[in-house]
């Protein structure tokens, strides 16, 4: 019994300095380039209101879609990996994705029809 009292507690302590993550989803309303941030508006899931979300980015930060943040532009479609910091609070990117835009199919080429002469 001694022993599992032991390991829960320590479990404990390991998990208390995990960090939060969360994906985040959503629409760019800007970013700047200069505080690496990147703000999102999303649904809130349990409340159906739009809300903006502030991310950061740093050296570690992987791109997709894109090269790096100045490649995110307002009205883009993004995920972002996120995770909070314990000290700050603040939600620092661990990826950023640019979705690409669906491309409409080609019109089918209409079929020649001979010249009536």
Same mark, same amino acid.
């Given at each position: 019994?001694?022993?599992?009292?032991?390991?829960?507690?320590?479990?404990?302590?390991?998990?208390?300095?995990?960090?939060?993550?969360?994906?985040?989803?959503?629409?760019?309303?800007?970013?700047?380039?200069?505080?690496?941030?990147?703000?999102?508006?999303?649904?809130?899931?349990?409340?159906? @209101?739009?809300?903006?979300?502030?991310?950061?980015?740093?050296?570690?930060?992987?791109?997709?879609?894109?090269?790096?943040?100045?490649?995110?532009? @307002?009205?883009?479609?993004?995920?972002?990996?996120?995770?909070?910091?314990?000290?700050?609070?603040?939600?620092?990117?661990?990826?950023?994705?640019?979705?690409?835009?669906?491309?409409?199919?080609? @019109?089918?080429?209409? @079929?020649?029809?001979?010249?009536?002469?």
């Amino acid at each position: 019994m001694k022993k599992l009292v032991i390991a829960l507690m320590l479990a404990t302590l390991v998990f208390q300095g995990a960090a939060y993550a969360k994906l985040v989803g959503g629409k760019v309303v800007s970013t700047d380039v200069a505080s690496n941030t990147v703000t999102l508006s999303q649904t809130n899931p349990e409340t159906g @209101a739009s809300e903006n979300v502030t991310v950061s980015v740093n050296d570690k930060t992987t791109y997709a879609g894109t090269d790096s943040l100045s490649g995110v532009k @307002a009205d883009d479609e993004v995920w972002v990996d996120a995770e909070e910091d314990a000290a700050t609070k603040a939600w620092v990117a661990t990826s950023v994705q640019v979705l690409q835009a669906p491309v409409a199919p080609a @019109a089918p080429a209409e @079929a020649a029809t001979p010249a009536v002469q």
